[in-house]
């Protein structure tokens, strides 16, 4: 259903005309409506070029037809063809996504084309008076008709017309950014970040403008799973994953692929029944199991982090507190064959070199960016803590002498465009406490407990952390992750920590042209399965040199 309330015209339409003396005095004038009348037969090709327009009345009139052209005015939201002798509607109406009202009343219509489903903002549908099936007239007829009819032309436009649309997307294109270090040791690994968008998501009210069987998770989920494994990356985050569907379907398909994984459901999952908690999404990570070893698993619920630091801040208690998003975590070990076949170099003597792979899912609602913000930093603390506490446990050294000896990919779903306060501090390392996405709410002293100097340091006024970010997709490389008819934007990312690792390549985005040649004003979409484009890179491990002292291998600087 339209979201924003429609106010139609004024029925009582008055005009003005612009006295001489007005025009010579430079006066101007704006108008956005236009009425044609006077048994008109056939409309003026200028009539399209007033594309300003957002309501035409050319009712009373004797068109047979409507040319296809109508379509330009792509800002009309009503359009009155009543009383007319129209015989069929052009196509290109559906295209006309912006309308709220169309009157077709008192023509001379027996069918109405499919594409009109499209209209998923249509409020008003003015049908009568016309000669149409009774098929037809009795889905209009009904409580709510207008949205049942739209519902109905719409589901059946792909089996009727095959126009949404005949041709799959064309694949999206591998972007080199730089070749790998021949001149070091290195483990080359790939990563996918995918928001699949969970069953109970994907209703009528948010994506009106698909149809409800591609909505359907049965004919969704195949073509989420040929997105994944079409990547065959080497590890793989997941987000808006539900419960039921991570065992019954993504760990059963991927295990038959040579993965493993685990998942974490929101934090609402654990106050739920069984039956209820089946339905919860989470995120999941899965990884090549023979490629990589699980050595640690963690889930970072938000909401207990903000209750146990809250440290007498509402802000805290009442925004962060409120909201049950997670993120998990998993310490991964390369397995030696993996790095050896990567450098082509044997690599006998070398310790243990494990990466630690996180992936959160971030509030949503463009109102909270302070929650999303303080989500950021309690989910990089926590994996700073991980890291730490793996090194100290499993007695690693930092041979290349940096702080982290793990290094980190970080995947997520952040909600947060580019210009944010999120991205700003994971790309530079920090944010001030003054930060505009903080919306001046009280936070300051409960978030010295995730500076990266803890919560004894001086923080100057900046929270930060220790990790050396950089976004794999830099750059606008990506104009959107995330495509919906009111949204458009970037809001997904894979992060990856420097100078132990460094991105050779990434999957470009879905061609432009594609989008607007097909009309496509959001997805999901018959062919793309979810709200979000899945985002893909292959990374490079700089691996320790081992040198052999006296026949004892020694690590030697990096």
């Not at 990563?191 to 994907?202: E, H, P, S, T």
């Not at 940096?402 to 944010?420: G, H």
């Not at 923080?459 to 458009?488: C, Q, V, W």
Request: hydrophobic share 35%; glycine share 6%; net charge neutral.
């Amino acid at each position: 259903m339209p979201k924003e309330k429609y106010d139609p015209p004024d029925p009582r339409r008055m005009y003005t005309i612009m006295s001489t003396e007005e025009a010579t005095n430079g006066k101007k004038s704006y108008w956005a409506e236009l009425e044609i009348s006077g048994r008109v037969r056939s409309l003026s090709t200028a009539l399209w070029s007033l594309t300003h327009l957002t309501a035409l009345h050319i009712s009373d009139n004797c068109l047979a037809c409507i040319p296809p052209d109508i379509a330009k005015l792509h800002n009309l939201v009503y359009l009155d063809l009543s009383s007319n002798k129209i015989r069929s509607l052009p196509a290109e109406l559906g295209n006309m996504v912006s309308l709220r009202e169309l009157l077709v009343n008192n023509n001379l219509l027996r069918v109405l084309p499919f594409e009109l489903g499209k209209l998923f903002q249509l409020q008003t549908l003015g049908l009568k008076g016309n000669p149409l099936a009774q098929e037809v007239l009795n889905l209009y007829q009904e409580p709510d008709g207008t949205r049942r009819l739209l519902n109905y032309l719409l589901d059946n436009l792909a089996g009727t017309t095959k126009r949404i649309p005949a041709e799959q997307p064309p694949s999206r294109s591998w972007i080199v950014l730089q070749e790998p270090d021949r001149t070091r040791a290195a483990a080359l690994f790939s990563v996918m970040c995918y928001n699949v968008l969970c069953d109970k998501y994907a209703t009528r009210q948010l994506y009106g403008y698909c149809p409800s069987w591609a909505l359907n998770w049965e004919y969704r989920k195949k073509s989420i799973m040929q997105e994944i494994l079409s990547c065959n990356a080497d590890i793989i985050s997941l987000q808006e994953v539900e419960t039921e569907q991570f065992f019954t379907y993504f760990l059963v398909e991927l295990k038959e692929q040579g993965y493993d994984g685990f998942f974490s459901p929101k934090s609402r999952a654990r106050t739920m029944s069984e039956s209820d908690r089946k339905h919860v999404d989470g995120c999941a990570i899965f990884y090549k199991s023979d490629k990589f070893n699980l050595i640690q698993k963690h889930t970072v619920e938000f909401n207990q982090l903000a209750m146990a630091n809250s440290e007498g801040s509402e802000a805290m208690l009442n925004r962060v507190m409120t909201k049950d998003n997670i993120g998990v975590a998993a310490l991964l070990e390369l397995r030696k064959e993996l790095m050896e076949m990567s450098s082509g170099k044997s690599l006998h003597g070398m310790e243990k070199q494990l990466i630690l792979v996180a992936n959160a899912h971030m509030h949503w609602d463009p109102e909270y960016p302070d929650v999303k913000l303080v989500q950021t930093m309690m989910f990089l603390s926590e994996v700073k803590n991980i890291i730490d506490k793996a090194s100290r446990s499993l007695k690693l050294s930092s041979v290349s002498g940096e702080a982290n000896a793990i290094p980190l990919v970080l995947c997520a779903d952040l909600n947060s465009l580019p210009d944010s306060g999120v991205v700003e501090y994971l790309s530079t390392g920090g944010v001030d406490t003054t930060h505009k996405d903080f919306k001046d709410k009280r936070y300051s002293d409960s978030l010295t407990n995730f500076n990266c100097n803890g919560k004894n340091g001086t923080s100057n006024g900046r929270i930060t952390h220790g990790f050396k970010l950089k976004s794999a997709y830099e750059n606008g490389l990506m104009p959107y992750t995330n495509y919906t008819f009111d949204f458009k934007g970037v809001i997904d990312y894979i992060f990856y920590s420097k100078p132990l690792l460094n991105v050779l390549g990434i999957l470009g985005p879905l061609d432009p042209h594609w989008l607007i040649e097909n009309n496509i004003s959001g997805c999901p979409h018959p062919h793309i399965p979810s709200d979000h484009f899945s985002l893909f890179a292959q990374l490079e491990l700089i691996l320790p040199y081992v040198t052999p002292v006296n026949g004892i291998h020694l690590p030697g600087r990096r």
